[in-house]
Protein backbone atom coordinates (compact mmCIF):
# COMPACT_ATOMS: atom_id res chain seq x y z
CA UNK A 1 0.00 0.00 0.00
CA UNK A 2 3.35 2.19 0.85
CA UNK A 3 4.19 1.57 -2.44
CA UNK A 4 1.33 2.19 -4.74
CA UNK A 5 0.24 5.91 -2.51
CA UNK A 6 4.14 6.80 -2.92
CA UNK A 7 3.90 6.08 -6.84
CA UNK A 8 0.20 8.06 -7.16
CA UNK A 9 1.70 11.06 -5.47
CA UNK A 10 4.75 10.48 -8.23
CA UNK A 11 2.53 10.84 -11.04
CA UNK A 12 0.70 13.67 -9.59
CA UNK A 13 4.10 15.79 -9.44
CA UNK A 14 4.86 15.11 -12.78
CA UNK A 15 1.37 15.68 -13.92
CA UNK A 16 1.50 19.09 -12.27
CA UNK A 17 4.70 19.87 -13.25
CA UNK A 18 4.07 19.51 -17.09
CA UNK A 19 1.00 21.98 -16.20
CA UNK A 20 2.10 24.98 -18.95
CA UNK A 21 1.47 28.99 -17.23
CA UNK A 22 -1.81 30.08 -19.56
CA UNK A 23 -1.13 33.35 -21.58
CA UNK A 24 -3.89 35.74 -22.16
CA UNK A 25 -4.66 37.46 -25.80
CA UNK A 26 -7.71 38.46 -27.75
CA UNK A 27 -8.38 40.20 -30.52
CA UNK A 28 -11.62 42.34 -31.60
CA UNK A 29 -13.63 43.71 -34.54
CA UNK A 30 -14.85 46.12 -35.79
CA UNK A 31 -11.42 48.32 -34.97
CA UNK A 32 -12.49 51.62 -34.86
CA UNK A 33 -15.96 51.22 -33.18
CA UNK A 34 -18.55 53.79 -33.15
CA UNK A 35 -20.41 54.84 -29.33
CA UNK A 36 -23.48 52.01 -29.27
CA UNK A 37 -22.13 50.06 -31.64
CA UNK A 38 -21.39 46.03 -30.38
CA UNK A 39 -17.32 45.28 -30.34
CA UNK A 40 -16.84 41.25 -30.28
CA UNK A 41 -14.62 40.30 -28.87
CA UNK A 42 -12.20 36.60 -29.40
CA UNK A 43 -10.62 34.54 -26.79
CA UNK A 44 -7.35 33.68 -28.45
CA UNK A 45 -5.72 32.60 -24.90
CA UNK A 46 -4.40 28.83 -24.22
CA UNK A 47 -3.65 26.96 -21.52
CA UNK A 48 -6.31 28.92 -19.21
CA UNK A 49 -9.44 27.74 -17.60
CA UNK A 50 -11.13 31.15 -16.67
CA UNK A 51 -11.18 34.66 -17.89
CA UNK A 52 -12.10 38.06 -16.07
CA UNK A 53 -12.74 40.78 -18.68
CA UNK A 54 -12.65 44.38 -17.89
CA UNK A 55 -13.82 46.99 -20.10
CA UNK A 56 -13.17 50.11 -18.07
CA UNK A 57 -16.29 51.48 -18.46
CA UNK A 58 -17.67 50.03 -15.32
CA UNK A 59 -18.49 46.44 -16.24
CA UNK A 60 -16.89 43.27 -16.32
CA UNK A 61 -17.62 39.74 -17.33
CA UNK A 62 -16.13 36.40 -17.11
CA UNK A 63 -17.93 35.25 -20.86
CA UNK A 64 -15.21 33.55 -23.01
CA UNK A 65 -15.96 35.51 -26.30
CA UNK A 66 -17.93 38.74 -24.75
CA UNK A 67 -19.61 40.72 -26.91
CA UNK A 68 -20.10 44.46 -25.21
CA UNK A 69 -20.99 48.03 -26.64
CA UNK A 70 -19.16 51.51 -25.59
CA UNK A 71 -21.94 53.85 -24.67
CA UNK A 72 -19.74 56.76 -25.20
CA UNK A 73 -16.74 57.63 -26.82
CA UNK A 74 -13.44 58.03 -25.84
CA UNK A 75 -10.01 55.46 -25.35
CA UNK A 76 -10.97 52.43 -23.13
CA UNK A 77 -8.18 50.18 -21.64
CA UNK A 78 -9.94 46.86 -22.30
CA UNK A 79 -8.08 43.91 -19.88
CA UNK A 80 -8.22 40.63 -20.16
CA UNK A 81 -7.02 38.33 -17.51
CA UNK A 82 -6.43 34.46 -18.02
CA UNK A 83 -6.38 31.93 -15.24
CA UNK A 84 -4.55 28.40 -15.24
CA UNK A 85 -5.21 25.19 -13.36
CA UNK A 86 -3.09 26.15 -10.64
CA UNK A 87 -4.43 29.55 -10.48
CA UNK A 88 -1.27 30.69 -12.56
CA UNK A 89 -2.52 34.47 -14.22
CA UNK A 90 -1.58 36.03 -17.35
CA UNK A 91 -3.19 39.47 -18.17
CA UNK A 92 -3.82 40.72 -22.14
CA UNK A 93 -4.42 44.67 -22.48
CA UNK A 94 -5.47 46.47 -25.78
CA UNK A 95 -6.78 50.58 -25.78
CA UNK A 96 -9.57 51.12 -27.91
CA UNK A 97 -10.48 54.29 -29.14
CA UNK A 98 -14.10 54.65 -29.56
CA UNK A 99 -15.75 57.10 -31.92
CA UNK A 100 -18.68 59.57 -30.48
CA UNK A 101 -20.53 59.51 -33.42
CA UNK A 102 -19.41 58.26 -36.80
CA UNK A 103 -16.30 59.69 -38.03
CA UNK A 104 -18.00 61.10 -41.29
CA UNK A 105 -21.28 61.29 -42.61
CA UNK A 106 -22.52 61.32 -46.32
CA UNK A 107 -25.16 63.33 -47.37
CA UNK A 108 -27.52 64.83 -49.80
CA UNK A 109 -29.75 67.38 -51.04
CA UNK A 110 -33.13 67.02 -51.17
CA UNK A 111 -35.44 69.48 -52.44
CA UNK A 112 -37.80 70.70 -49.86
CA UNK A 113 -40.74 73.30 -50.15
CA UNK A 114 -38.44 75.94 -47.79
CA UNK A 115 -35.10 74.98 -49.86
CA UNK A 116 -32.68 72.33 -49.50
CA UNK A 117 -32.86 69.30 -47.19
CA UNK A 118 -29.55 67.54 -46.29
CA UNK A 119 -30.55 63.93 -45.81
CA UNK A 120 -28.00 61.13 -45.15
CA UNK A 121 -27.39 58.27 -47.42
CA UNK A 122 -25.74 55.42 -48.24
CA UNK A 123 -27.48 55.12 -51.74
CA UNK A 124 -26.80 58.14 -54.52
CA UNK A 125 -26.93 58.42 -58.57
CA UNK A 126 -24.57 58.68 -60.80
CA UNK A 127 -23.55 62.54 -61.37
CA UNK A 128 -25.35 63.42 -57.82
CA UNK A 129 -23.47 65.80 -56.01
CA UNK A 130 -22.51 63.88 -52.69
CA UNK A 131 -21.34 65.96 -49.00
CA UNK A 132 -18.90 63.99 -46.95
CA UNK A 133 -18.90 65.44 -43.99
CA UNK A 134 -16.13 65.30 -41.57
CA UNK A 135 -16.70 65.11 -37.69
CA UNK A 136 -13.05 64.09 -36.21
CA UNK A 137 -11.37 65.92 -33.87
CA UNK A 138 -7.77 66.84 -33.23
CA UNK A 139 -6.89 65.93 -36.45
CA UNK A 140 -4.59 68.35 -38.76
CA UNK A 141 -4.78 67.23 -42.26
CA UNK A 142 -7.02 64.73 -44.06
CA UNK A 143 -6.77 62.24 -47.24
CA UNK A 144 -10.12 60.89 -48.74
CA UNK A 145 -10.60 57.56 -51.03
CA UNK A 146 -13.46 57.64 -52.46
CA UNK A 147 -13.09 54.06 -53.80
CA UNK A 148 -12.68 55.37 -57.93
CA UNK A 149 -9.52 56.30 -57.63
CA UNK A 150 -10.23 59.79 -56.85
CA UNK A 151 -8.56 61.58 -53.35
CA UNK A 152 -9.40 64.63 -52.04
CA UNK A 153 -7.41 66.57 -49.03
CA UNK A 154 -10.40 69.08 -47.83
CA UNK A 155 -12.00 68.41 -44.70
CA UNK A 156 -15.38 68.19 -45.81
CA UNK A 157 -15.53 67.43 -50.03
CA UNK A 158 -18.31 67.67 -52.00
CA UNK A 159 -17.88 64.53 -54.75
CA UNK A 160 -20.16 62.88 -57.66
CA UNK A 161 -19.54 59.56 -59.22
CA UNK A 162 -19.38 59.50 -63.22
CA UNK A 163 -19.89 55.64 -63.17
CA UNK A 164 -22.35 52.68 -60.94
CA UNK A 165 -20.97 50.65 -58.80
CA UNK A 166 -20.45 49.92 -55.11
CA UNK A 167 -17.75 52.10 -53.39
CA UNK A 168 -15.67 51.83 -50.46
CA UNK A 169 -14.75 55.48 -49.37
CA UNK A 170 -11.82 56.09 -46.37
CA UNK A 171 -11.68 58.93 -44.63
CA UNK A 172 -7.73 58.64 -43.26
CA UNK A 173 -7.08 61.60 -40.49
CA UNK A 174 -3.61 62.67 -39.37
CA UNK A 175 -2.57 64.46 -36.12
CA UNK A 176 0.55 65.53 -34.99
CA UNK A 177 3.74 63.82 -35.39
CA UNK A 178 2.93 60.00 -36.00
CA UNK A 179 -0.58 59.98 -35.30
CA UNK A 180 -3.45 58.57 -37.69
CA UNK A 181 -6.70 56.92 -38.10
CA UNK A 182 -8.67 55.65 -40.74
CA UNK A 183 -12.46 54.57 -41.42
CA UNK A 184 -14.46 53.15 -44.05
CA UNK A 185 -17.88 53.13 -45.32
CA UNK A 186 -19.77 51.67 -48.67
CA UNK A 187 -22.12 53.60 -50.68
CA UNK A 188 -23.74 52.23 -53.58
CA UNK A 189 -23.81 54.82 -56.91
CA UNK A 190 -26.98 53.51 -58.93
CA UNK A 191 -26.90 54.72 -62.70
CA UNK A 192 -30.83 55.99 -62.28
CA UNK A 193 -31.28 57.30 -65.89
CA UNK A 194 -34.95 58.77 -66.61
CA UNK A 195 -37.36 57.73 -64.13
CA UNK A 196 -35.55 56.63 -61.20
CA UNK A 197 -37.19 56.36 -57.20
CA UNK A 198 -35.26 56.20 -54.54
CA UNK A 199 -36.62 55.08 -51.25
CA UNK A 200 -36.34 56.21 -47.86
CA UNK A 201 -38.41 53.92 -45.14
CA UNK A 202 -38.84 55.78 -41.84
CA UNK A 203 -40.60 55.49 -38.63
CA UNK A 204 -43.72 57.62 -38.48
CA UNK A 205 -43.13 59.33 -34.67
CA UNK A 206 -39.82 58.96 -34.26
CA UNK A 207 -38.23 58.86 -38.04
CA UNK A 208 -35.62 56.41 -37.52
CA UNK A 209 -34.44 53.91 -40.87
CA UNK A 210 -35.76 50.85 -40.94
CA UNK A 211 -33.52 47.97 -42.37
CA UNK A 212 -34.22 44.93 -44.43
CA UNK A 213 -37.64 46.29 -44.94
CA UNK A 214 -39.33 44.67 -47.88
CA UNK A 215 -40.66 47.14 -50.55
CA UNK A 216 -42.59 46.79 -53.60
CA UNK A 217 -44.22 49.43 -56.06
CA UNK A 218 -47.66 48.79 -57.52
CA UNK A 219 -48.95 50.89 -60.60
CA UNK A 220 -52.79 51.73 -58.71
CA UNK A 221 -54.40 51.77 -55.29
CA UNK A 222 -56.62 48.49 -56.38
CA UNK A 223 -53.04 46.90 -57.08
CA UNK A 224 -51.67 47.99 -54.08
CA UNK A 225 -54.85 46.70 -52.20
CA UNK A 226 -54.93 43.18 -53.93
CA UNK A 227 -51.26 42.81 -54.62
CA UNK A 228 -52.11 42.48 -58.74
CA UNK A 229 -48.99 43.17 -60.69
CA UNK A 230 -46.33 43.86 -57.76
CA UNK A 231 -42.74 45.42 -59.08
CA UNK A 232 -39.47 43.50 -57.80
CA UNK A 233 -38.85 43.05 -54.73
CA UNK A 234 -36.00 44.90 -52.99
CA UNK A 235 -34.77 45.37 -49.60
CA UNK A 236 -33.38 48.46 -47.42
CA UNK A 237 -30.14 49.36 -46.77
CA UNK A 238 -29.05 50.06 -43.17
CA UNK A 239 -30.05 53.82 -43.53
CA UNK A 240 -33.39 52.72 -44.65
CA UNK A 241 -33.14 52.91 -48.19
CA UNK A 242 -33.93 51.52 -51.62
CA UNK A 243 -34.17 52.36 -54.91
CA UNK A 244 -36.00 51.22 -58.63
CA UNK A 245 -35.05 51.98 -62.02
CA UNK A 246 -36.59 52.08 -65.27
CA UNK A 247 -40.30 53.12 -64.03
CA UNK A 248 -42.82 54.85 -66.43
CA UNK A 249 -43.98 58.56 -66.05
CA UNK A 250 -46.46 57.78 -63.91
CA UNK A 251 -47.16 58.04 -59.95
CA UNK A 252 -46.22 54.68 -58.22
CA UNK A 253 -47.99 53.16 -54.89
CA UNK A 254 -45.58 51.76 -52.40
CA UNK A 255 -45.85 48.85 -50.12
CA UNK A 256 -43.61 48.32 -47.16
CA UNK A 257 -43.34 45.32 -44.84
CA UNK A 258 -41.05 44.16 -42.22
CA UNK A 259 -41.66 41.95 -39.36
CA UNK A 260 -42.00 45.24 -36.74
CA UNK A 261 -43.02 47.71 -39.10
CA UNK A 262 -45.69 48.33 -42.31
CA UNK A 263 -46.96 51.32 -44.02
CA UNK A 264 -50.80 50.09 -44.14
CA UNK A 265 -52.87 52.29 -41.67
CA UNK A 266 -50.93 55.11 -42.47
CA UNK A 267 -51.85 54.55 -46.23
CA UNK A 268 -55.94 53.69 -44.99
CA UNK A 269 -55.67 57.31 -43.27
CA UNK A 270 -54.00 59.22 -46.23
CA UNK A 271 -52.96 57.32 -49.08
CA UNK A 272 -50.30 59.82 -49.34
CA UNK A 273 -48.60 58.22 -47.41
CA UNK A 274 -48.05 55.49 -50.26
CA UNK A 275 -48.78 57.51 -53.40
CA UNK A 276 -45.57 58.99 -55.56
CA UNK A 277 -44.94 61.89 -57.07
CA UNK A 278 -45.07 61.56 -61.40
CA UNK A 279 -41.78 60.18 -61.93
CA UNK A 280 -40.70 62.42 -64.67
CA UNK A 281 -37.91 61.83 -66.55
CA UNK A 282 -34.88 63.64 -66.10
CA UNK A 283 -35.35 64.26 -63.26
CA UNK A 284 -34.12 62.95 -59.34
CA UNK A 285 -36.65 61.55 -57.28
CA UNK A 286 -37.20 60.95 -53.77
CA UNK A 287 -39.74 59.45 -51.70
CA UNK A 288 -40.14 59.11 -48.04
CA UNK A 289 -42.09 55.72 -46.99
CA UNK A 290 -43.50 56.07 -43.24
CA UNK A 291 -44.26 53.24 -41.74
CA UNK A 292 -45.50 52.22 -38.02
CA UNK A 293 -43.90 50.06 -35.61
CA UNK A 294 -45.90 47.23 -33.86
CA UNK A 295 -45.12 45.44 -30.34
CA UNK A 296 -44.35 42.12 -30.89
CA UNK A 297 -47.65 41.40 -29.06
CA UNK A 298 -49.49 43.07 -30.90
CA UNK A 299 -48.28 41.45 -33.83
CA UNK A 300 -50.51 38.90 -36.38
CA UNK A 301 -49.70 36.33 -38.58
CA UNK A 302 -51.50 38.09 -41.55
CA UNK A 303 -50.19 38.21 -45.26
CA UNK A 304 -49.84 41.55 -46.45
CA UNK A 305 -53.42 41.84 -48.23
CA UNK A 306 -54.78 40.53 -44.87
CA UNK A 307 -53.11 43.47 -43.16
CA UNK A 308 -54.22 45.97 -45.27
CA UNK A 309 -57.78 44.94 -45.66
CA UNK A 310 -57.61 44.93 -41.53
CA UNK A 311 -55.91 48.56 -41.46
CA UNK A 312 -58.94 49.72 -43.65
CA UNK A 313 -61.47 48.50 -41.51
CA UNK A 314 -59.85 49.81 -38.32
CA UNK A 315 -59.09 53.20 -39.40
CA UNK A 316 -62.66 53.32 -40.96
CA UNK A 317 -63.93 53.49 -37.01
CA UNK A 318 -61.76 56.46 -36.35
CA UNK A 319 -63.03 59.91 -36.77
CA UNK A 320 -61.06 61.87 -39.27
CA UNK A 321 -59.74 64.17 -36.50
CA UNK A 322 -57.29 61.11 -35.13
CA UNK A 323 -55.68 60.95 -38.40
CA UNK A 324 -52.27 61.83 -38.47
CA UNK A 325 -50.73 64.54 -39.81
CA UNK A 326 -49.51 64.58 -43.38
CA UNK A 327 -45.71 64.96 -43.65
CA UNK A 328 -43.78 66.13 -46.56
CA UNK A 329 -42.20 62.93 -48.50
CA UNK A 330 -42.05 63.45 -51.90
CA UNK A 331 -38.40 65.22 -53.35
CA UNK A 332 -37.67 65.91 -57.05
CA UNK A 333 -35.26 67.79 -58.32
CA UNK A 334 -33.89 68.35 -62.26
CA UNK A 335 -31.01 66.59 -63.34
Sequence with gaps: MKRIITISA???LIFMGCTKEPVAKFAYSPAHPI????VNFEN???DAESFEWNFSDGTTTNAY???HTFMSGGSFTVQLEAYGRKRGMDVSTAIINVYPEEPFTIYTDLAGDNGPVAVETDIVFTGEQVKFYNTTVDAVSYLWEFGDGYTSALESPVYSYDDPGTYE???NVFGYGSEEDSY???IHVIEGINSALRITVLEYFDEYPVEGASVLLFESVADWETETNPSEEVFTTPLGK???EGLNYQRYYVDVWEQDHDNHTLAAEDVGFIETQPLEPGFIHDFVAYVDYYEPEKKMTMTRIGKKAMAKETVSMKKSSEYREMKENKFSRER
Design 10 to 12: AVT
Design 35 to 38: AGEQ
Design 44 to 46: LSM
Design 65 to 67: NPK
Design 169 to 171: VTL
Design 184 to 186: TKT
Design 242 to 244: CVF
